[in-house]
């Protein structure tokens, strides 16, 4: 398993998978190890996947200091993988909380993005969070679903904040609820950093203005893809995600929810390697990593 070293003295871990040019693949959770990923639904078969296990999950050591959990302070940790890969410029897609990591990237280093995909990413970045209102009405569109009449109370409550999360609750995150989005449900406990994960969003961790001012800068293309059943982003609010980057589109996976490459592998798999065969102002890989080889 390959390993760096962040500028903080922890060692962080990255999996690779797949063949091609590389894509450097940032989790969600938030702080939920990059197991959850697999091969994002066979895009490995288009480019070779770099998933960095974040600080504190999956392979990676916990670091000395928890505030380094902060999503603006694990820039440093994706600049630092971009370095012990070798990359000039990189092709990078952030998933879910990922997005808003990618976004605080590409703001801070808009040299070093070639491309950038945001995948369900709700962006807390700019300053536009999921509303409960969002959940809601994208909650409705499953009225029809066997487990909507039990869950559909609860979700209510939790949004309310009187309610603890609740399982009856993931079906409303994928967009076909059968045994493998229950089994990829199962895992996200075991897979997330539970204290990390409530210090990625906390005080100053975002300055919405600031990233929006950065990010009017940013060449790189963007695609922006949202799932048609996701409440958190909804479609419109990933459409006005989009909006705000100067050079973005946004494409909605129809019957899609928060993990749209179990929803629809091939859907997923064809949009997005056809955005990351568009043309960009130069090659992303310079030197280092290897583009075939063992999953690892």
Same mark, same amino acid.
């Given at each position: 398993?390959?390993?760096?070293?962040?500028?903080?003295?922890?060692?962080?871990?990255?999996?690779?998978?797949?063949?091609?040019?590389?894509?450097?693949?940032?989790?969600?959770?938030?702080?939920?190890?990059?197991?959850?990923?697999?091969?994002?639904?066979?895009?490995?078969?288009?480019?070779?996947?770099?998933?960095?296990?974040?600080?504190?999950?999956?392979?990676?050591?916990?670091?000395?200091?928890?505030?380094?959990?902060?999503?603006?302070?694990?820039?440093?940790?994706?600049?630092?993988?971009?370095?012990?890969?070798?990359?000039?410029?990189?092709?990078?897609?952030?998933?879910?909380?990922?997005?808003?990591?990618?976004?605080?990237?590409?703001?801070?280093?808009?040299?070093?993005?070639?491309?950038? *995909? @945001? &995948?369900? #990413?709700?962006?807390?970045?700019? $300053?536009?969070?999921?509303?409960?209102?969002? +959940?809601? =009405? /994208?909650?409705?569109?499953?009225?029809?679903?066997?487990?909507?009449?039990?869950?559909?109370?609860?979700?209510?409550?939790?949004?309310?904040?009187?309610?603890?999360?609740?399982?009856?609750?993931?079906?409303?995150?994928?967009?076909?609820?059968?045994?493998?989005?229950?089994?990829?449900?199962?895992?996200?406990?075991?897979?997330?950093?539970?204290?990390?994960?409530?210090?990625?969003?906390?005080?100053?961790?975002?300055?919405?203005?600031?990233?929006?001012?950065?990010?009017?800068?940013?060449?790189?293309? *963007? @695609? &922006?893809? #949202?799932?048609?059943?996701?409440? $958190?982003?909804?479609?419109?609010?990933?459409? +006005?995600? =989009? /909006?705000?980057?100067?050079?973005?589109?946004?494409?909605?996976?129809?019957?899609?929810?928060?993990?749209?490459?179990?929803?629809?592998?091939?859907?997923?798999?064809?949009?997005?390697?056809?955005?990351?065969?568009?043309?960009?102002?130069?090659?992303?890989?310079?030197?280092?990593?290897?583009?075939?080889?063992?999953?690892?």
């Amino acid at each position: 398993m390959p390993a760096f070293t962040a500028p903080d003295g922890t060692r962080l871990a990255y999996h690779l998978r797949g063949a091609g040019d590389p894509l450097v693949v940032l989790p969600g959770g938030p702080m939920r190890a990059s197991s959850y990923l697999g091969d994002l639904g066979g895009l490995g078969r288009h480019r070779r996947l770099v998933l960095p296990d974040q600080r504190g999950t999956g392979e990676s050591e916990v670091p000395a200091d928890p505030a380094s959990y902060r999503c603006d302070r694990l820039v440093d940790d994706v600049e630092a993988l971009r370095r012990e890969l070798g990359l000039e410029r990189m092709d990078l897609l952030g998933h879910s909380a990922g997005g808003s990591l990618a976004l605080l990237y590409a703001a801070r280093y808009p040299e070093r993005v070639a491309r950038l *995909v @945001l &995948v369900t #990413a709700t962006p807390w970045a700019l $300053g536009m969070p999921a509303t409960a209102g969002d +959940r809601l =009405a /994208a909650a409705r569109l499953r009225a029809h679903e066997p487990w909507f009449a039990e869950a559909f109370p609860v979700l209510r409550a939790w949004l309310a904040g009187e309610h603890e999360f609740d399982d009856a609750l993931l079906p409303f995150f994928y967009g076909r609820w059968d045994a493998t989005a229950a089994a990829h449900a199962a895992r996200e406990e075991a897979e997330t950093n539970e204290e990390a994960a409530g210090v990625y969003g906390s005080a100053g961790a975002y300055d919405p203005p600031a990233t929006r001012a950065a990010l009017a800068r940013l060449t790189a293309p *963007v @695609l &922006v893809l #949202a799932g048609e059943l996701d409440g $958190g982003p909804s479609p419109d609010l990933a459409r +006005r995600a =989009a /909006a705000v980057l100067p050079h973005a589109r946004c494409v909605v996976q129809p019957g899609a929810g928060h993990y749209p490459w179990l929803d629809d592998p091939q859907w997923f798999t064809d949009r997005v390697a056809a955005f990351l065969a568009t043309a960009s102002p130069e090659r992303s890989l310079t030197r280092g990593l290897s583009a075939a080889g063992p999953d690892r």
